[in-house]
Each structure stands twice: as C-alpha cells, then as structure tokens.
C-alpha cells in the first residue's frame, strides 16, 4: 500500500474529497516526448521511464494526492504488436505502479506530507486498439471474452501493489461487466469510470443502468466518469450518487474537441475550478481532469476544494 502509515483511499474519500492528477500524454508532451505512437505514454515505460516519473512528481507537487499509472495503453496485445513478449511486458506494466510510488517518496522528500496514492490504470479493450474505438465500445466482443482480455493485466498490475485500480474510460456497459468480473477477488479495491456524452455511455446504454452495475461490487470504491466534456460531469456525478450510494470520482477533459483526422485539439477550453465545488455538492469526492487538463489546473482544482 502507500509507502508511509496513511489511511486506506477509500477511508479518505468516506471522510472528504481527494485531488486526481491530470492528463499523463500531454504532461509528457510538454516536457519534449514524443507520443506519436500506438503505445502513446506506455512506450515511455521502456525507453523512458524517468520521464514517467517526472511526469506524476509534477503532478503532486501541484496539489494531487493520487497519481494514475502510465498503464493505460499497455496490454500484452498492444506489446506484442511492437515485438515485446510476455514477460516484458508484464515487467513494464509493473514498472508503472513503481514509477508512481517513486514519484510519491520524491514528493515526500520535498516536504509533503498528505497521503499520496498510486491508482493502476486499467484502459479499455479499444486504447489497445489505438483507433479511437474506446470511444464507441460495442467492440463486437462477449462479456467473457473481455473479462479474459483484462484479466492477466489487471493481475500483473494488482501484484505490483496499487492503493487501487482505475478501470477508467470505459465506453460500454458490457465492457464495465467484464472489469468488474476481472477484478473480483484480486485484493486490491477498484474504481469504475465511464466515459460518457450527456447521461449515456458512449455506447448509448443510459448512466442509471451502467452504475448499477457498479453498485453492489464490494470492490468498488468510487464510480463516475473520465474523458468527456466538463459540461456533462454534473448530471453524472448526480445519477451515480443516487445510483450507487458510493463516492463518485470525476476526471474529465479540458472541453477542447479531438479532431482525429487531423490528430489535434480544437476549441477551447471550458474546464475551471470553479465547477469542482458543484461537483463535490452533488456527491463528487475524487476530482482531477483527463485529456489536456495539466498541473496548472490541478493546482486550481485543489485550491478550491480547500476553500
């Protein structure tokens, strides 16, 4: 668990509201690394892996207490496509959960003294894909046969010790079902965010029914939603709460648009601070941002949560 006698996450959200980091690739991006890859921020994991590091250091030096692994994109589909076997693989995976933690006692060293946690990032079948079809879902693909997708990558990420796993940008119910199958009975606790367009999962299954799933798993700490636009974070935050009766955890995008043809951001931004303090009234205890939302933010965000 955390490096230093501090309570469980799932005691610190029943007890206030914690500080997500932000985006990974565009903290990378910022600092000169190039992520034009199908591996994006999990390439780094082998040939850069400081940069990693750096990357979540800045990230609680900001005000985050949670950093979320650079795992994301990391499969063992996804690393043998690029000629890495199985036991690379599964080192590099449990190599992020490291980078974290090492990132966690630099902060320390710098004088903070808050609980900082290490979240194992469990992308969707589609990151792996690396065509954009994370935000679709409807894969084609049996509950089963996604459950076996994600079961060897959340085993090697839950033996390398996380505070908890982010089962995180999920487009579809059906893939939420299989990560909740996958999970059980690992030890380590979970949290299940979707990544939505208004009060529907990407795929178009309505929030009430994907976070019912989420309900009565045991596992599962906090539920919400990730990757999508601030405007719809509100309305989700409210249904899960009622939903699920657990704590809700919100990361979305700056608002700006992803043009993939171009493979640019477009649009401004409409994420501010100012939105968090609704979002914890309506039931939001895990707050940070995705996509384009860097340590700038972050600060912000935890600002005015101290407020």
Known sequence: MTSHTSPSLADALAAGTVVLDGGMSNQLESAGHDLGDELWSARLLAERPEAVADAHLAYFLAGASVAITASYQATFEGFAKRGTGR?????????????????ARRAADTGIERPLWVAASVGPYG????????????YGL???????????????????????????????ADEAAALLRAVRGLGVPAWLSYTVEGSRTRAGQPLEEA????????????????????????????????????????????????DAR????RGRTTFGAEQVTAWRAAGARLIGGCCRVGPEAITGIATALAA
Not at 87 to 103: F, W
Not at 262 to 265: G, N, Q, V, Y
């Open 87 to 103: 036991a690379e693989a599964a080192r590099l995976l449990a190599l992020s959960v490291d980078l974290a933690r090492t990132a």
């Open 127 to 138: 990151a792996m894909l690396a065509d954009g079809s994370e935000y679709r879902g409807r």
């Open 142 to 172: 049996s509950v089963a046969e996604l459950e076996r997708f994600h079961r060897p990558r959340i085993e090697v990420l839950a033996a390398a010790a996380p505070d908890v796993l982010a089962l995180e940008t999920v487009p579809d």
């Open 211 to 258: 976070f019912g799933l989420a309900a009565d798993a045991d596992e599962v700490i906090a539920v919400g939603v990730n990757c999508c636009a601030p405007q719809d974070v509100f309305g989700a935050v409210e249904i899960a709460a009622r939903v699920t009766g657990k704590p809700v955890v919100v990361y979305p995008n700056s608002g700006e648009a992803w």
């Open 262 to 265: 171009a493979r640019a951001w």
